[in-house]
């Protein structure tokens, strides 16, 4: 069975190496054009060599249109890919190449890594690898979207701020939020960006209450969906927009000083284990130490002696 198996990792290895050699390197259409002394007439502007790190993606690519698809999974990694910040329209196929590409070379390294080791369940060994090479892609994503996330709610705050003040100074909700991604755009990027996207389908034609339904839905960070039930209820029934992001304002300012105040809180208790297993041992070593080293020395052949 392990036979069986390094025999397909050989041969899928050899194949891949010799596809990459041939696309990057041999280039065996322009050694043709060479010597046959055939131009190419049909472009009239010169093409650039192409790079091996884009003949490379092209291949992650091709190897994404090979996964058969479910139009459920595609429907919620597209979402998953939106939430993640990443909207390039071949972000799909890259994701579902790499899949591929790494459920493939993870077996194939590892299979060369264990193969001096016995005692080892090589084949369970082999699956693991592939297991984490077609799933880690999916880890990569939604530790992309937690991180996102997290930038999201820490730059909320300040463009809430920043909204009020616009609002307060005489400008409509849309221009406030234009002025706010320009201004905080190398401070918040993120959320910056989402505001763009706001600004871009209101510029579409959408209505406001879509476009802003449609920045909770992207993000999926809980405060800017409040925020936004906010700015569509303050539409809806006609209040002022100044003074409903105001007291939202403070509702979020009051809640951020509860977070930390009840992270301090537990600060304490989450400080007892590693006081106990580094610290504690550390101030025994120093000031019990001594003493036992000189009770060693001295007392136990004192003793001995008598």
């Known amino acids: 069975m392990f036979l069986f198996l390094t025999l397909i990792l ?69 979402r998953r890919l939106i939430k993640a910040g990443i909207r390039n329209p071949n972000a ?7 899949k591929i590409f790494l459920a493939v070379a993870l077996p194939v390294l590892g299979g060369f890594a264990i193969a001096g080791f016995d005692g080892l ?21 939604v530790s992309r ?38 201004d905080l755009e190398h401070a918040h990027p993120e959320i910056c960006e989402e505001f763009a996207m706001v600004n871009l389908e209101l510029k579409a034609g959408n209505r406001r209450v879509d476009a802003l339904r449609n920045l909770a839905d992207r993000t999926g960070v809980e405060d800017l ?26 509702f979020m300012r009051v809640k951020a000083r509860q977070e930390a105040e009840e992270k301090a809180a537990k600060l304490g208790v989450k400080l007892v284990f590693p006081i106990f297993f580094f610290i504690l041992p550390t101030l025994f070593v120093v000031t019990v130490g001594p003493v036992i080293v000189r009770i060693i020395r001295e007392l136990i052949p004192m003793m001995n002696s008598i």
């Open 10 to 78: 050989f041969v899928l290895l050899t194949a891949g190496l010799a596809y990459l050699g041939n696309k990057l390197w041999a280039r065996p259409g322009e050694a043709f054009d060479r010597v046959t002394g055939v131009a190419v007439q049909n472009n009239y502007v010169e093409q650039m060599p192409t790079h091996p790190a884009l003949s490379f993606r092209e291949m992650i690519e091709k190897l994404g249109t090979m996964l058969p698809q479910s139009p459920k999974d595609v429907s919620v990694m597209q």
């Open 92 to 98: 799909l196929k890259m994701l579902y190449g790499w």
């Open 121 to 141: 369940n090589k084949p369970l060994v082999l699956l693991v690898l592939a297991s984490i090479g077609f799933w880690g892609p999916n880890q990569f994503v």
């Open 145 to 182: 979207i937690k991180k996102r996330n997290h930038q999201i709610g820490r730059g909320l705050p300040n463009a809430l701020d920043l909204l009020v003040v616009s609002v307060e100074s005489g400008l409509g909700l849309d221009q406030a939020i234009v002025q706010v991604a320009k």
């Open 225 to 250: 969906k409040k925020l936004v039930a906010v700015l569509v209820q303050a539409d809806r029934f006609g209040t002022g927009i100044a003074q409903s992001l105001r007291a939202h304002a403070d």
